[in-house]
């Protein structure tokens, strides 16, 4: 599970982040004392930081540049004030890249994601999810099966990768739901059963009938 170090003092911001990146896998930790941002860090070691521009006592500029004295981990600026004079200083400072306010939350994860993967690819083992001759390469978001690629929306992606990860056992709607949707209470519950039936009819049509099933009331499984 990757670490990501969030310095987001905007409380209602911070925890957007958090439930959006726990319906990713990712562990959030927050930074709690803005005058210790350095020692925080190095206790997290985390694997990406997450830094806004504005920040109590110091901005955000310069713990960027305290932590590129220590580390050369992936850190992507998170901030309203995105004109390009602070882009370009927030690269200067040794940012990876950076998101501006406000974002929509796929959209800053697909970024993270993209940047952890350019960033451990090569050190990092990929994991592979499978079932009956299918692969699910979490390196790229690609279902494998027959010797053909599939290709999968983000929320297809979501979707196989959860119930491959509970292979065997029922996933309630509930859950498929928060890693779809983390923190949106106004999704309208059908539409999981709009994306699981599209998916349904993209893996009939490569061969992989049946490869969810529902479980009348409780939810959906991948078998063995």
Not at 112 to 138: K, P
Not at 154 to 162: M, P, V
Not at 173 to 182: D, F, H, I, Q, Y
């Amino acid at each position: 599970m990757y670490t990501l170090f969030l310095a987001e003092d905007d409380n209602s911001i911070a925890e957007a982040i958090d439930r959006a990146a726990s319906s990713w896998d990712f562990k959030v930790y927050r930074v709690h004392d803005y005058h210790e941002v350095i020692h925080e860090f190095e206790l997290c070691h985390p694997q990406l930081v997450l830094m806004d521009i504005t920040l109590p006592f110091f901005n955000g500029y310069h713990w960027c540049s305290e932590i590129r004295k220590i580390s050369n981990v992936p850190i992507i600026f998170i901030s309203s004030v995105s004109d390009n004079l602070n882009q370009v200083m927030a690269m200067n400072m040794g940012a990876d890249d950076f998101v501006a306010k406000p974002f929509e939350m796929d959209f800053l994860m697909t970024k993270i994601m993209a940047l952890l993967r350019r960033t451990y690819d090569l050190t990092v083992e990929e994991r592979l999810l499978s079932a009956r001759g299918a692969v699910l390469n979490t390196s790229d978001d690609t279902l494998e099966f027959d010797g053909r690629k599939i290709a999968l929306s983000q929320n297809e992606y979501k979707i196989i990768y959860t119930l491959l990860e509970n292979k065997g056992r029922i996933v309630s709607r509930e859950k498929l739901m928060e890693k779809l949707w983390a923190g949106d209470e106004f999704v309208d519950e059908n539409a999981l059963s709009v994306n699981i039936n599209r998916l349904r009819k993209k893996l009939d049509s490569e061969g992989l009938t049946d490869f969810i099933t529902t479980r009348h009331k409780a939810g959906y499984m991948i078998g063995d």
